[in-house]
């Protein structure tokens, strides 16, 4: 999977806006969206507040966790725990991102949220990487998966399945096989 | 996006081959040491070293991988496959002790698949030989993911060397997915490229054939 494409799961997630145009109830497959009233706040997915904002058609509310206090208290409980802890939101790097580069002036302090989730993400692909090394060593039959984001299964996907995939055919090797039947060429 | 023009087939690694897998077809040209057990009549000319028309019984020679596979059989014994130096006990010891630092490229470099390919031959050391390979494999694990998905925009020739072949299509896989995230995290993604089939296409003209 591209990143690109967990982006675009990302953007279906729902943000709250505050549009400055009034629009009846508009619908849509994935759901009815709407009335827009200028001045009353409305959720709608993350694709559409970011065209509305694009078009400067509205502002956008910043998610409930993208707040430097929240985020500091994730990042320390995450420096802290040694499993994967509680995360707000499963598209948080995507949404993150998303937000910042289209509408930083609605939301404040920009900079260190930025650095901030960086260093959660740097956190826990650190992680990550340790608990795949000692599953791999350990030679673990299954791993609980808990509070991983889609990003994160992501950026190591094919290097870990490739690998269990050889470390068991290597694995097969050691069964002493009820063999004596030799192949005919 | 990765694109290629066709999915190679990916090495057997097990005791079973890939027919179409460039690299087990490569694999069956490594050279192990034989004994030959029977008389080969006429098939002198096979073994340089010597001028006899006939390969005598006993006689030790090098022999592909898919020879000897196909002369192999247990209950007629034609001939007696020796283990390769790397996979014998000296080096079974070094292994153990810390495979990170052998250069595997320089023993294989297809240790994995040799060494699986190996327990064709009914040796009494197949169970060490087997263990050794998959415990070089766990123990070497962690620096190749660290290598592959650390060195970003960096020359990676240097952590390259020392892997097996097997280690260097995983290095691939792993630095594939570290600079997709790159990519998409420096805002790269979002730019549409033209697919590497269409830059590398040329239409051939007619009159660049006749010139």
Known sequence: ?????????????????????????????????????????????????????????????PPEWMDVEKLEEIRDKERKEETFAHIPSPYYMELTKLLLNHASDNIPKADEIRTLVKDIWDTR???????????????????????????????????LLDSLNYMYKLRTNMQPRSDAKSQDY | ????????????????????????????????????????????????????????????????????????????????????KVYREGWRTVFSADPTVVD????????????????????????????????????????????????????TSALVEPLDSLERALFKVGQNGLNAFQRWEMGRASHLTASSLVVNYRKRKITDLQA
């Open chain 2, 1 to 84: 996006m990765e694109t290629q023009s066709y999915m190679p087939v990916p090495p057997g690694v097990g005791m079973e081959e890939n027919f179409l897998s460039l690299d087990d077809i490569l694999l069956s040209h490594e050279r192990l040491p034989c004994r030959t057990e029977s008389a080969f009549p006429r098939l002198g000319f096979l073994e340089k070293s010597s001028d006899n028309r006939d390969i005598s019984e006993g006689t030790k020679m090098e022999m592909p991988l898919w020879l000897a596979k196909g002369l192999y059989e247990r209950t007629r014994r034609v001939l007696s496959v020796e283990l390769p």
């Open chain 2, 104 to 155: 595997l490229h320089k023993m294989g470099p297809y240790y994995y698949g040799l060494g699986s390919q190996l327990l064709h031959f009914h040796n009494p050391e197949n169970a060490e030989i087997a263990q050794t390979v998959l415990q070089t494999f766990i123990g070497r694990f962690r620096r190749t993911m660290d290598s592959a998905q650390n060195a970003y925009n960096e020359d």
């Open chain 1, 125 to 159: 692909v650190a992680k990550l990487r340790l608990s795949a090394d000692s599953f791999i060593t350990l030679q673990e039959a299954h791993a609980k998966l808990d509070n991983l984001t889609l990003m994160e299964i992501n950026t190591t996907r094919t290097f």
């Open chain 1, 1 to 61: 999977m591209d990143p690109s494409e967990v982006e675009f799961l990302a953007e279906k997630e729902m943000v709250t806006i505050v549009p400055n145009f009034s629009l009846d109830k508009i619908y849509l497959i994935g759901g009815d969206l709407g009335p827009f009233n200028p001045g009353l706040p409305v959720d709608v997915p993350v694709w559409l507040a970011l065209n509305l904002k694009q078009r400067q058609k509205c502002r956008i509310v």
